[in-house]
């Protein structure tokens, strides 16, 4: 697994197909900004969120490592979870 922490700071995606995504800020937008994120391969994601005792894997379903697969299955979980933008 590769590890990113979702804070303050500049941040780079090596995976990414074609290219290499950075950014600055949080990776994750509307998700807590102490949760941390690991992507492994075959699109295999954790996100751990310590404030909430919390730890979300999902199995890998795609050759495509990259963060739109993690910011879409962030998407689909985080109104569940009931968690605040990043602060």
Known sequence: YLWWINGDGHWIRPLEVNTQLKGDG???TDA????F???GL???FIFVIPERHLVVTTMGFSLD????????????LAPS???GPAR
């Open 26 to 28: 949080p990776m994750f």
């Open 32 to 35: 807590p900004k102490g949760m």
């Open 37 to 39: 994120f690991g992507t």
């Open 42 to 44: 075959f699109s295999q």
């Open 65 to 76: 490592e990259s963060l739109g697969n993690a910011r879409l299955i962030w998407t689909a």
């Open 81 to 83: 979870l009931q968690l």
